[in-house]
């Protein structure tokens, strides 16, 4: 069973900083990764950040520098602190678990949180 739950969403001017997070429930199943994908306005999702079990982070070019991807075990939480929002950050932003059991892997989504970046 997987359950990914999100808070951390909300308006904030230009330059500011929002922190999401993503609380995991997961049994059953082994993590690949977990990630941010965003979807703005009458555009597709896209992958904003991942973290891999390992630790390793891939980051989208357009917030390399600017959002940072972390997890805390212990917490089964992962994070992405967003700094220096640009309006064209606004979207709703998903938490996603890659998981595993034996060689079948899945993708599970959470409910989504909304970001709004305001000039």
């Known amino acids: 069973q997987v359950q990914l739950v999100e808070s951390g969403g909300g308006l904030v001017q230009a330059g500011g900083s929002l922190r999401l997070s993503c609380a995991a429930s997961?049994?059953?199943?082994?993590?690949?990764?977990m990630a941010w994908y965003g979807q703005a306005p009458g555009k597709q999702r896209e992958l904003v950040a991942l973290?891999?079990?390992?630790?390793?982070?891939t980051y989208a070019g357009s917030v390399r520098g600017r959002f940072t991807i972390s997890r805390d075990n212990a917490k089964n939480t992962v994070y992405l602190q967003m700094n220096s929002l640009k309006p064209e950050d606004t979207a709703v932003y998903y938490c996603?678990?890659?998981?595993?059991?034996?060689?079948?892997?899945?993708?599970?989504w959470g409910q989504g949180t909304q970001v709004t970046v305001s000039s």
């Open positions: 996603n678990a890659r998981v595993t059991r034996t060689v079948v892997e899945y993708n599970y």
């Open positions: 973290i891999t079990s390992g630790g390793t982070t």
């Open positions: 997961i049994s059953g199943f082994s993590i690949k990764a």
